[in-house]
């Protein structure tokens, strides 16, 4: 069963760092580009960053540009986001999803994690 | 504001046959693969329409996508309670190198 399982959500306050990571299973990890994807409470879904399979193409959505690096460890299977320099409005439910082909740009996601919740708040 | 503008809501009674639309723009839509996904209350997003008008396994010949210039649809038939939940489309914009999502059309089942 392809499965994929996000941890390290929690309470920080403004200005704060966050380490996100999302291990994943039932799937040759280092062969699929993989996302993550944010949903504010209530609200719809935004794209936050992508990296391909071997980490070579990396994409930041410009709201996260600067503060947040996406990494990931094929040996480990896992998928990590950094977060640094936290706003309020990054709070939100941050989701893992799998690439469904080797570079992000290519093909869209096709798995997703159940989420981890990250509240940014004085 | 979503680069790809969808309805907010949508409506119909069981057994009807519901659309949804995407817009978006040469960049996104116009050049690339439509993603449709469903999201139920209190769960992940679940792929249902991949590069334009392709059913994953296990997602019923009912629910159907297409695209056209740029703009994209998904058509429900035979609607079922079932199918009440969010619905996002997502595409790959060259010019932003991102993805991105329509704002998400909630679809009741009166």
């Known amino acids: 069963e392809v499965r994929l399982v996000e941890s390290g959500g929690g309470l920080v306050k403004p200005g704060g760092s966050l380490r996100l990571s999302c291990a994943a299973s039932?799937?040759?990890?280092?062969?699929?580009?993989m996302n993550w994807v944010r949903q504010t409470p209530g609200k719809g879904l935004e794209w936050v960053s992508s990296i391909s399979s071997s980490s070579s193409y990396i994409y930041y959505a410009d709201s996260v540009k600067g503060r947040f690096t996406i990494s990931r460890d094929n040996a480990k299977n896992s998928l990590y986001l950094q977060m640094n320099s936290l706003r309020v409005e990054d709070t939100a439910v941050y989701y893992c999803?799998?690439?469904?082909?080797?570079?992000?740009?290519?093909?869209?996601?096709?798995?997703w994690g159940q989420g981890t919740t990250v509240t940014v708040s004085s | 504001q979503s680069v790809l503008t969808q309805p907010p809501s949508a409506s119909g009674t069981p057994g009807q046959r519901v659309t949804i639309s995407c817009s978006g723009s040469?960049?996104?839509?116009?050049?690339?693969?439509v993603y449709w996904y469903q999201q139920l209350p209190g769960t992940a997003p679940k792929l249902l329409i991949y590069?334009?008008?392709q059913r994953p396994s296990g997602v019923p010949d009912r629910i159907s996508g297409s695209k056209s210039g740029t703009s994209a649809s998904l058509a429900i038939s035979g609607l079922r309670s079932e199918d009440e939940a969010d619905y996002y489309c997502a595409a790959w914009d060259d010019s932003l190198s991102a993805w991105v999502f329509g704002g998400g059309t909630k679809l009741t089942v009166l």
């Open positions: 999803a799998r690439g469904s082909g080797q570079l992000p740009a290519a093909d869209g996601m096709d798995v």
């Open positions: 040469s960049s996104n839509i116009g050049t690339n693969y």
């Open positions: 039932g799937f040759t990890f280092r062969s699929f580009s």
């Open positions: 590069r334009n008008n």
